[in-house]
């Protein structure tokens, strides 16, 4: 997966990639909150049963999974957990996936774009070594490359590509590997805000969009950059 952007801070969000903090917090907090208002359910005794599942799934995987960071590795566990869990209550797969979907999203704290493009800076237009490859190895853990299409001296197209996925991965393991769309969903979100108001005018081609989970060989982002104002 690309690296997504969770919260205020650019060192938060590094530390998010590296180790994968802050997301099961949320997507508890999420499901919550939907469980009671849209499934009419008592919350709490759902909570207790998926976190009780996800304890039984991340102590038989914990030895298997191939997360660079257990934080990654639970969330995607709690995520399998929910969706067993929930299959109680709502029986039709596509309906179960944008459920967890959306409480995960509500509980996602969009950064300003600014966030967003001093780490984009960063990654093609950075002159600080060190930052610069410490930020780009964030990304390469989840085997992305970039490609550019250059117009001169300024990438027009830039190519995010993710050889590999993790979540992907594990999920196939489980037998459930449509659960990756709820990561593909992050980095959409976060490259739909991308094309607000900024200096690149960047347009996510998300019409050319390819996923691990959909059949391709790799994950394929595409932005295509406008002429600098």
């Known amino acids: 997966m690309v690296l997504r952007v969770f919260s205020m801070s650019a060192l938060g969000n590094i530390y998010?990639?590296?180790?994968?903090?802050?997301?099961?917090?949320?997507?508890?907090?999420?499901?919550?909150?939907?469980?009671?208002?849209?499934?009419?359910?008592?919350?709490?005794?759902?909570?207790?049963?998926?976190?009780?599942?996800?304890?039984?799934?991340?102590?038989?995987?914990?030895?298997?999974?191939?997360f660079t960071a257990c934080g990654h590795f639970k969330f995607a566990a709690t995520i399998v957990a929910a969706d067993e869990i929930l299959s109680q209550y709502v029986s039709d797969?596509?309906?179960?996936?944008?459920f967890i979907i959306g409480a995960l999203h509500s509980r996602i704290r969009q950064p300003k774009p600014g966030i967003i493009f001093k780490l984009f800076?960063?990654?093609?237009?950075?002159?600080?070594?060190?930052?610069?490859?410490?930020?780009?190895?964030?990304?390469?853990?989840?085997?992305?490359?970039?490609n550019k299409a250059v117009d001169g001296s300024v990438p027009r197209v830039i190519e995010l590509k993710v050889g590999s996925c993790q979540y992907y991965d594990y999920f196939a393991s489980k037998g459930k590997p449509e659960l990756t769309k709820i990561m593909c969903s992050i980095d959409c979100a976060w490259f739909r805000l991308m094309?607000?108001?900024?200096?690149?005018?960047?347009?996510?081609l998300e019409e050319e969009l390819q996923t691990i989970e959909s059949g391709a060989k790799e994950c394929n982002f595409s932005i295509r950059i406008g002429s600098l104002k």
Not at 20 to 47: D, F
Not at 128 to 141: D, G, I
Not at 195 to 204: C, S
């Open 93 to 98: 797969p596509q309906s179960r996936l944008e």
């Open 195 to 204: 094309q607000q108001k900024n200096k690149y005018r960047i347009k996510f």
């Open 121 to 146: 800076n960063l990654v093609f237009y950075g002159r600080k070594f060190f930052a610069k490859v410490l930020y780009s190895s964030v990304l390469w853990q989840w085997g992305l490359k970039f």
């Open 16 to 66: 998010y990639s590296f180790f994968g903090t802050n997301l099961t917090p949320k997507l508890y907090k999420g499901l919550r909150v939907a469980i009671k208002k849209q499934l009419n359910l008592n919350a709490r005794v759902v909570i207790k049963e998926i976190k009780l599942k996800a304890k039984d799934i991340i102590e038989e995987d914990k030895k298997n999974h191939k």
